[in-house]
């Protein structure tokens, strides 16, 4: 079960903030793996789990979460790593100043080593972004696109390597291939020692003889290049579709990135979409409505017959089954609603057929 935090600092639940910084302050003293004269790997594990309890009492946000949801959360607790503790560095930085306890900070809490893969020196290429304008027409059976755009392809004359014909790799001098180096540094507990990555190969621990004159050691170019985009049967306004490895080259031989294509959907003057299903309007004079019939109704195949039942109410909805958009294994439905046209202009003929059958009529109720 997880440690209640403000039993971990030794404060009550109403504490102030300054009551929460103080016994940060006194505990970290206490507990610091160099100054404490117990256990060492004991003592380390309780100067994080202080950091921890401090980082969110400190911060009201997180707190007023903290004492609502305990450590579950609203979004599944309190989950820290290198770089969460902004508020416990700050405190660190006013109790004791000074260079030295910034590295040592760093040193618990995972930013002061930051090297790369020793495997060597490739990284996996960046993901692109790019977005489409679709018709509803090319959403609902699908498309195949093509599109420009620049990117990082591998270097052709070293072939994504980064080094010139006929070279290879050198062991860096200075950290002597481990990526990382070490200082000794003195502290109010003493002398500590804090690895680093190695400045000169940036961590890797080899550097290449001879780097590539084409590429500069990428292994990688700038070009543009023609990306073909296939667009599933159905896509959603907004989908983000994935191009997996046609995003940039990796450097040095490592692997591409992805492509990600977002889609937008551009309106459609006839239909309107909702999800699977789409809608529309049918102009409809009054007589088929009470008479019945069948009638042409536009759909994104082309026409299709729809029967209108004798009696039919103005502004009923139809439905045409399989006539919308691809949904899983199935087709989305076409929504048919009937708008009656009144006819603005009548002949003298249409005029008195219409009032000998508005007489004939018994009264509306």
């Given at each position: 079960?997880?440690?209640?935090?403000?039993?971990?600092?030794?404060?009550?639940?109403?504490?102030?903030?300054?009551?929460?910084?103080?016994?940060?302050?006194?505990?970290?003293?206490?507990?610091?793996?160099?100054?404490?004269?117990?256990?060492?790997?004991?003592?380390?594990?309780?100067?994080?789990?202080?950091?921890?309890?401090?980082?969110?009492?400190?911060?009201?946000?997180?707190?007023?979460q903290y004492d609502r949801f305990g450590h579950a959360g609203p979004?599944?607790?309190?989950?820290?790593?290198?770089?969460?503790?902004?508020?416990?560095?700050?405190?660190?930085?006013?109790?004791?100043?000074?260079?030295?306890?910034?590295?040592?900070?760093?040193?618990?809490?995972?930013?002061?080593?930051?090297?790369?893969?020793?495997?060597?020196r490739a990284q996996r290429g960046e993901d692109l972004e790019y977005?489409?304008?679709?018709?509803?027409?090319?959403?609902?059976?699908?498309?195949?696109?093509?599109?420009?755009?620049?990117?990082?392809?591998?270097?052709?004359?070293?072939?994504?390597?980064?080094?010139?014909?006929?070279?290879?790799?050198?062991?860096?001098?200075?950290?002597?291939?481990?990526?990382?180096?070490?200082?000794?540094?003195?502290?109010?507990?003493?002398?500590?020692?804090?690895?680093?990555?190695?400045?000169?190969?940036?961590?890797?621990?080899?550097?290449?003889?001879?780097?590539?004159?084409?590429?500069?050691?990428?292994?990688?170019?700038?070009?543009?290049?023609?990306?073909?985009?296939?667009?599933?049967?159905?896509?959603?306004?907004?989908?983000?579709?994935?191009?997996?490895?046609?995003?940039?080259?990796?450097?040095?031989?490592?692997?591409?990135?992805?492509?990600?294509?977002?889609?937008?959907?551009?309106?459609?003057?006839?239909?309107?979409?909702?999800?699977?299903?789409?809608?529309?309007?049918?102009?409809?004079?009054?007589?088929?409505?009470?008479?019945?019939?069948?009638?042409?109704?536009?759909?994104?195949?082309?026409?299709?017959?729809?029967?209108?039942?004798?009696?039919?109410?103005?502004?009923?909805?139809?439905?045409?089954?399989?006539?919308?958009?691809?949904?899983?294994?199935?087709?989305?439905?076409?929504?048919?609603?009937?708008?009656?046209?009144?006819?603005?202009?009548?002949?003298?003929?249409?005029?008195?057929?219409?009032?000998?059958?508005?007489?004939?009529?018994?009264?509306?109720?």
């Open positions: 079960m997880p440690e209640d935090y403000y039993q971990t600092l030794g404060v009550k639940r109403d504490a102030s903030p300054d009551e929460i910084k103080r016994a940060f302050r006194r505990l970290a003293k206490e507990y610091h793996p160099d100054a404490h004269q117990g256990d060492k790997k004991e003592a380390e594990r309780r100067f994080r789990k202080i950091a921890e309890a401090y980082e969110v009492l400190s911060d009201p946000q997180k707190r007023a979004e599944q607790g309190f989950d820290f790593g290198p770089g969460d503790f902004r508020r416990t560095r700050e405190a660190f930085g006013e109790f004791f100043g000074g260079r030295g306890f910034d590295d040592l900070f760093n040193m618990f809490f995972g930013e002061g080593v930051r090297t790369r893969d020793r495997a060597g977005r489409v304008r679709l018709s509803l027409e090319d959403a609902a059976f699908g498309a195949k696109l093509r599109a420009t755009a620049a990117r990082y392809a591998a270097c052709s004359r070293c072939r994504g390597s980064g080094l010139a014909p006929g070279t290879g790799l050198k062991t860096c001098p200075t950290c002597k291939g481990r990526g990382q180096i070490e200082y000794r540094q003195g502290s109010m507990f003493g002398m500590f020692v804090n690895v680093r990555a190695c400045p000169e190969c940036g961590g890797v621990g080899e550097f290449a003889e001879s780097p590539c004159p084409n590429c500069g050691g990428e292994g990688r170019v700038r070009e543009k290049a023609e990306i073909v985009i296939e667009i599933p049967p159905g896509v959603e306004d907004g989908a983000r579709l994935r191009l997996a490895g046609q995003g940039n080259a990796g450097i040095a031989g490592g692997p591409p990135g992805d492509l990600y294509v977002t889609v937008e959907v551009q309106p459609h003057p006839v239909f309107k979409r909702r999800g699977p299903d789409l809608e529309v309007e049918l102009p409809i004079h009054y007589g088929t409505l009470v008479l019945g019939g069948v009638v042409k109704v536009p759909t994104l195949g082309g026409e299709a017959d729809l029967r209108i039942p004798a009696g039919t109410d103005p502004d009923t909805v139809l439905t045409l089954p399989g006539e919308g958009l691809p949904h899983g294994r199935r087709r989305g439905d076409l929504r048919v609603r009937l708008k009656v046209v009144v006819p603005q202009k009548l002949t003298r003929q249409q005029k008195k057929l219409l009032e000998e059958l508005t007489s004939s009529l018994p009264p509306a109720q």
